[in-house]
Each structure stands twice: as C-alpha cells, then as structure tokens.
C-alpha cells in the first residue's frame, strides 16, 4: 500500500507537468499567431520593426503621436510603440530588443510626470511573461519587479500567459481596424473644462529610484549605440504642482546625462484638445504631433533646453 501512494503520486505529478507543457505550449503558439492588438505590437517592436523614428512610452505615447503626421514632407519612416499602462522598464525591453537588430535614427521615448503608480512590485509588466525563457534582460525585470516567489511560478510552462487567454481567443473573432504604424487615437470623449485634481488623489513623491536606475539604463543604452534620443513630456490639461516638479526633476535629469528633453506639459491650455487629464483628443494629438516635428526639424536650442512652460496653443 505504501509503494501504491508513492507511485500514485509520483504519476499524479508527472500527469500535471505534462498537462502544464502541454498547455503552455498551445497557448504560446496562438500567442505567435495572435492578432491582439496588445501581442501583435509587442511583436512588431520586439522583432520587426525597421523605422527610422521609433516612439516609446505608455499611453500617451500610444495616443499621443501619429507617426504619418511626424514625418510628413520627410524620407523618414515611423512607428509607435507606445503601449497603454507599460513603465519604463518596458520601453528599455523594447530598446534592448530593437537594438538587437538595427539602429533607428531617433528615439522618442514620452515620460509621464507621475510615479505615483510605480511600485516594487509592477503587475504590468507580466505582458513580458512570455520572454522569460528567452531574455535574460526580461527575465531581471520581471524577477525584480515582482513578488518574492516570482521565479517559482515561472517553472511553470503556462504561467507566463496568466491572464492572456480570453485576449488570445477574443483576437480570433475580432480584429480591430487600427493604423499600421501602431498609432490608436484616444477614445471619443472630452474632459470638463473646469477639471481639477482631486484633493484626495496619493501625493507625487518624486521619481522612484528604480524608475530612475530605468531612466538611466536607457540613456546610456542609446548612447553606447549612437542613437539619438529625446525626452518628451506630452501634454497634459491642468498640470498640477507635484506634475510640474517632477518635469522639473526629468529637466535636471536630461541636465546631468546630457539628453535631450522638450517639455510640452503646459503648451495647450484648450479643453478640447484633451481626452482626460493625461490623455489628448485626436485633434489635440494632431496638433502634438505637428509640434514635435516642427521643434524636431527646426532644432531650436530652446526647445531642447525646456523652456516651453510659458506657451500656450488655443484653438
């Protein structure tokens, strides 16, 4: 009987690593066919891209910039890699990975002054979970990004698509219609044009030290590679003080590193122009875009140096 229990557990645990292998490989390869809006641009920026001018951030960089607008009346191609809710520690996978393959001539990596949400442990960044196995660069970020027993988990061959499958599945029955170039405008909608900060909203405690270590690591990747690189702060409506503190400490940051940075926070006033407090309307990412080609192709010393606080753009 005692030999019976063992053998009995021994199969039981065999029959659930093979049921976990064979699952997670099932999963992974619809992952490489999926659709999803999400996948396919990680995709796309992990192992395709060929642009010259690449944008990086979160969602406002995906909401932010239309590449076709950027390098109208250019030979230079474009692509947004922006991608909602993902920190920094993404945009450097993505540079990491691009720089694998080629080098674009411009980097446009769009920074929100808000830190506010950046904790030790980022539950975003499990969109790399299906990387762990196969980047050591991803596989650091995840380990010092998640919880204690984070390694465990991943022995596991289904583990790294925890949460995907209803995204997976949904990819094959609808697909939806949006620009080659990655660009996805901001839903329909307007903020009030009296909106103000909510006195009970989490304090701004600067940039985290990671974030910053982040931050850090990407500028000197660009700069071992010869790739330009500018900090953007896009718009956003009402900046409140701790927003324009933290722009101040990018500006001191970009100082330090020798980086360039264009901080267009305060530059449009008009509540039009804007989906939310952090978000521009597609009108106002037009006009965005129109900004940050022009400040590109002029080359103004001003623009580079931060001193856009005191514009304003009014419909």
């Known amino acids: 009987m005692k030999y019976q229990i063992i053998y009995r557990s021994i199969f039981f645990v065999l029959l659930v690593i093979f049921c976990d292998w064979l699952v997670g490989t099932t999963v992974a390869h619809f992952y ?6 999400t996948i396919s641009k990680i995709r796309y920026t992990f192992f395709d891209t060929s642009e010259d001018v690449l944008i990086l951030g979160s969602s406002r960089a995906q909401h932010h ?6 390098v109208q009346g250019t030979q230079f191609t474009c692509f947004n890699g922006g991608l909602g809710g993902q920190p ?7 540079l990491s990975k691009t720089f694998e393959r080629y080098k674009p001539k411009l980097i446009l ?12 442990s980022d539950p975003r960044l499990k969109v790399l979970g299906p990387f762990y196995r196969t980047d050591t660069l991803v596989k650091r970020i995840l380990l010092d990004n998640g919880p204690r027993f ?3 988990k991943y022995l596991s061959s289904t583990f790294p698509y925890n949460g995907m499958l209803a995204d997976l599945v949904l990819a094959y029955l609808y697909v939806p219609n ?6 996805i405008p901001s839903p329909d909608g307007l903020i009030e044009s009296d909106w103000q900060m909510h006195e009970n909203e989490p304090d701004y405690q600067g940039i985290p030290d990671k974030q910053r270590f982040y931050l850090k690591t990407i500028v000197e990747l660009c700069k071992n590679e010869g790739v330009d690189l500018w900090i953007v702060i896009s718009p956003l409506y009402n900046t409140t003080e701790g927003e324009k503190e933290i722009s101040g400490q990018l500006a001191d940051f970009a100082s330090e590193h020798k980086v360039k940075l264009m901080n267009f926070s305060q530059v449009l006033t008009d509540h039009s122009f804007f989906k939310d407090h952090l978000h521009l309307s597609t009108a106002g990412a037009d006009v965005f875009t129109s900004m940050v080609r022009d400040s590109i192709s002029a080359g103004k010393e001003s623009l580079i140096n931060n001193n856009l606080e005191d514009m304003s753009f009014v419909n």
Do not use: H, M
């Open 178 to 183: 949006v620009s080659a170039s990655g660009y």
């Open 88 to 94: 920094l520690a993404f945009s450097l996978v993505q």
């Open 32 to 37: 490489r066919k999926s659709r999803d809006i």
């Open 65 to 70: 910039y239309n590449p076709e607008t950027l």
């Open 109 to 120: 990596l769009d920074v929100t002054p808000d830190f506010r949400w950046d904790r030790d």
């Open 150 to 152: 984070e390694r465990l």
